[in-house]
């Protein structure tokens, strides 16, 4: 029993490695948005260095997951989900999965425009998977221009271009699965790279 916080500490290194791989992040990347050394982030991954709460924390906003996930600590009785959006290109993405790596699920809304948006498809690795919750969403996919309403769903692959937008200047409320590449587009743009609106 005494072992235990040790135990839960050294897998740490192991789960903020398997983190950035996924992520598809590099070392020095990384060190760039966090400020931490990359020589630090290197030693904390191998288990070399020491856990602080004051390394932890910059990891944690960067790969957008609870601390508690970074430490493995046990999930407490308290029912409720604390969900944190994310506004990303003009449109507001709620996170309602929190595994890393893997397929993703949000709930993205689409403010209402009192201009009509001019699309701009993009492409990227992935799969995207969505539903209509609210609202009536425009979709382009390829060559297809298509308006979906409420009930209605659509799945594609993203390497075709593709673009999500309101048909009607209306909110649009969705509920989408990104593939890892889909997530990583959408939500974790590099550092240097500009943000592309999918």
């Known amino acids: 029993m005494n072992g235990e916080p040790e135990d839960a500490l050294g897998s740490v290194g192991p789960r903020l490695r398997v983190l950035r791989r996924e992520r598809g992040i590099t070392l020095a990347a990384l060190a760039a948005v966090t400020g931490v050394s990359e020589s ?7 288990g070399r260095r020491r856990v602080t709460l004051e390394l932890l924390l910059p990891l944690a906003r960067t790969y957008d997951v609870p601390l508690d996930d970074l430490v493995g600590a046990p999930r407490t009785g308290d029912p409720r989900i604390h969900l944190k959006p994310i506004r990303r290109f003009g449109m507001v993405f709620v996170p309602l999965s929190h595994r ?3 397929t993703r699920a949000f709930k993205v809304i689409i403010p209402a425009s009192p201009e009509p948006l001019v699309p701009t498809p993009q492409t990227h690795e992935g799969s995207e998977w969505l539903y209509v919750l609210n609202g009536r969403l425009r979709l382009l996919v390829g060559e297809r221009d298509l308006v979906l309403s409420f009930g209605e769903a659509a799945e594609f692959d993203t390497t075709l271009p593709h673009w999500l937008g309101s048909a ?3 909110a649009v409320e969705l509920l989408v699965l990104f593939g890892p590449q889909g997530t990583r587009a959408h939500l974790h743009a590099g550092p240097g790279r500009a943000p592309r609106r999918d």
Do not use: A
């Open 40 to 46: 630090t982030l290197s030693r904390l991954e191998s």
């Open 168 to 170: 009607d200047g209306g």
């Open 100 to 102: 890393p790596g893997g």
